[in-house]
Nanobody, 122 residues
């Protein structure tokens, strides 16, 4: 069993910053890619950023240059530094991780966190 727990969401003014964290725990053998998605009310869940096991990154065009994804492999944790936040960034932010478990290390299964609310408003 694997759990992902996010933290760091909250209320921030436009132009402000937040740092999200997502820690994976459980029967983990290794983790491939880790990522962040967000879902605004009545919208689909969209990719924000993803980071591979070797550190290569990819960002949605709308956040490129403002958000930075990083990971600490020793802690099985992924971070999302969000700067210059805009009101349209208001959403529930979800992390995910492609995890190879101790029981089945040959296949990576995708796990999701419960989400953390980010609200950008003046």
């Amino acid at each position: 069993q694997v759990q992902l727990v996010e933290s760091g969401g909250g209320l921030v003014q436009p132009g402000g910053s937040l740092r999200l964290s997502c820690a994976a725990s459980g029967s983990i053998f290794s983790i491939d890619a880790m990522g962040w998605y967000r879902q605004a009310p009545e919208e689909q869940r969209d990719l924000v950023a993803v980071i591979s096991s070797n550190g290569s990154t990819n960002y949605a065009g709308s956040v490129k240059g403002r958000f930075t994804i990083s990971r600490d492999n020793a802690k099985n944790t992924v971070y999302l530094q969000m700067n210059s936040l805009k009101p349209e960034g208001t959403a529930v932010y979800y992390c995910n991780a492609d995890v190879r478990t101790i029981v089945v290390p040959t296949i990576a299964f995708r796990y999701w966190g419960q989400g953390t609310q980010v609200t950008v408003t003046s």
